[in-house]
């Protein structure tokens, strides 16, 4: 057994460990929109659901300069977002998404991707994403001086046709292939839900 201990370690040591031992990661996908209207999209993969209350919580650090970035930026302006899953053919685009460039300079547009309106907040959907879901921000919790520990609350979800199992009523796994991000050892590195097990209910003592 190969031992660290993370509190005794640099920052960027130690997310180097716990970020290659906890995976794989769902991306969140974040459409934002600035005070001029600008559509800014950014992947974020330290991301998880709350299933309490409908909610999502993502973190975000600040850019190497100190200074915020879009996504938080923007969120603090009007509190509104689309948070997007995407699928493997859209890969190419997410991680391109991911490329740091000035704010007045839409991801959306310099990639090509489609949009749609969403139906109670102002930034737009990706047409082609598989998963959008329309929140607002609850609130910010700072982790320290470089992150900050965003809750959006859900208030719309959205699903492709393709991926929903009506009997159900919800989404199928199976129906498609999640990206998520795996330990960026070299890389990035990322993945895609693979082979899938259905198992009965557990015996709880």
């Given amino acids: 057994m190969i031992s660290r201990d993370l509190a005794s370690l640099p920052r960027r040591d130690a997310y180097r460990i716990l970020s290659s031992l906890v995976i794989p990661r769902p991306i969140a996908w974040i459409t934002t929109v600035d005070e001029a209207g600008r559509v800014n999209l950014a992947p974020f993969s330290s991301f998880m659901g709350i299933f309490g ?81 329309e929140c607002r921000l609850n609130r910010e919790l700072d982790l320290g001086p470089t992150t900050t520990l965003v809750l959006l609350d859900v208030v719309m979800a959205h699903a492709a046709e393709r991926i929903w199992n009506a009997e159900h009523d919800c989404a199928d796994a199976s129906q498609w292939t999640p990206v998520v991000r ?24």
């Fill in 182 to 205: 795996l330990a960026s050892v070299v890389g990035p590195n990322y993945g895609a839900l693979g082979e899938t097990f259905s198992l009965g209910p557990s015996e709880l003592p």
């Fill in 53 to 133: 209350p409908p909610m999502l919580a993502f973190t975000v650090s600040r850019r190497r300069d100190g200074s915020l970035k879009d996504t938080q930026r923007n969120l603090k302006a009007n509190g509104q977002a689309v948070v997007h899953l995407a699928d493997l053919p859209l890969l190419g685009p997410l991680h391109a998404s991911g490329a740091e460039v000035e704010p007045d300079i839409s991801e959306v547009a310099r990639l090509g991707l489609a949009t749609e309106s969403s139906l109670q907040v102002a930034p737009p959907r990706l047409r082609d994403a598989p998963v959008a879901l």
